[in-house]
């Protein structure tokens, strides 16, 4: 199981949904992607992301107005 | 004598050659200063036309110019590609030779181009309009034999080089049929891997409506896996899947090989830059501009430009013992045409996000308007209009 960090910092819409689609792409089930955003709008694009991928949204932590989501890939066809 | 080096002939390439020789014209005739680019292309084309050559059938001679045309004069040119960068020793090599060239100051250029290791099967069947004029017109050709069928247009992955253009050409694809009266044989299907049509929730506001109005169907959050061309299918990573008869989607992009592996780029080759100034980080010297960055931010022309003229006033600026210094504010402005005479413009900064434009025939005349400027541009013929156009966004002082 591996982890991805995601640096989107600077980055606003797409940037960051951007960035978590490009490291998807390279990442298993089973992995975790880290994104790391200071675009509020990061968080219910990449919830709404999830639900439609079926990857699971693992939650969000905000501090000094940076947000770091965890995802836990889960929708690739196996 | 200081040495300035330019790596690619491109849109952000040559603007900062033509502002660099402006600026230095005396130093340049005095033999302080030299100018050179590297790439073996003896040609450029006008990218952004590919639409028009593969989807109304424009003579791709039209947006193709000998190179020698498009340079300042004072500008040297080496017609031959780099493949070794050397930023701490400051030096390059050109492909298959062993001589050093050292620079003081270097610009990477080199663009980005389409990919297709990432998503196997795509090329055989895909009909691809961001290679070369050459292929768009071949493109042309085989639209014209199309009666019938699913057309599968959009986004193949991520990223790629001008943000608007596949929805452009499910608009052009539409608009081509409608005036061949064959709309109601074919069925056209957009894809990408966002959840709306367009990722920017104010652009997809104004193109959602459009989709519905020209029944263009749509797929959003479709991670394109690979391509089965026996079975003519798209498979997403989620194992959905999807038919067509026809392929024209847009894959996703890489930098230059020679970038891939070095220090002073990301995993994926990016160059890592400052994104006011463009230094390459860890390097005041050196410099990239353009696609190659990985900057997020649109890979588009106008941002290779813009970020050429910060670079290119910030050399001459240290070459002449002044202080002024430009910073980039992150512009894009990306056309799309949403068919019929009509275009929105994609356009925001580090600091806006992008705007709300409505489709208007005044904006579809804006496009075409630099459409006829470009090659001009290229000299450097048109700062005072981009500087009335972009205004506090042409740069920041
Ligand atoms: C279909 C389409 C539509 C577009 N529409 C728009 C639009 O409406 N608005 C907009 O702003 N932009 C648009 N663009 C994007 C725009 O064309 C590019 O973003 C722009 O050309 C980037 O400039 P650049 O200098 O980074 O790269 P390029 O202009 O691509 O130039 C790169 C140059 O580097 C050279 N090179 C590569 N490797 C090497 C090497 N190893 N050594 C030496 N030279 C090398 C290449 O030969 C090339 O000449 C569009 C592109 C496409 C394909």
Known sequence: ?78 | MKKIAIIGSGAGGLITSSKLAKDLSKQIRNEEVSITIFDRNLEQEFQPGYLEVAFRGTDPAKIIRRVEGLVSPGVKLVYENVEKVDLADRYLQTEGSKEKYGFDYLIISTGSSPDYKQISGLREDNMDFHTDAYNSNLIYQRISKIKSGRIVVGIAGLPYKCPPSPNESAFMLDEYFRKQGLRDNVEITYITPFTRIYSAESINEVIEPIYEKRSIGSVTAFNTDYVDTDRKEINSMEGETLKYDYLFLTPPHKTASFLKGTEFSDEDGWVKVDRRDLHITSYGDSFAIGDTTNLPISKAGVEAHLEGIVVANNIAAEINGMERKYRFTGRTQCSMETGFHKATFVVGTYDKPVEKIEPSTMNYMEKKVMEKIYWGSLHGHYEWLFKYHFKEDYFQD
């Open chain 1, 1 to 78: 199981m591996a982890t991805y960090n995601v640096d989107s910092r600077g980055t606003a819409c797409p940037g960051p949904i951007t960035d978590l689609i490009r490291a998807y792409r390279k990442a298993q089930n089973g992995d975790e992607i880290v994104l790391v955003a200071n675009d509020p709008g990061a968080v219910p694009d990449s919830k709404a992301w999830c639900e439609r991928t079926r990857n699971q949204f693992m939650g969000s932590k905000e501090a000094d107005r940076i947000f770091e989501i965890t995802i836990k890939v889960t929708g690739k066809k196996a």
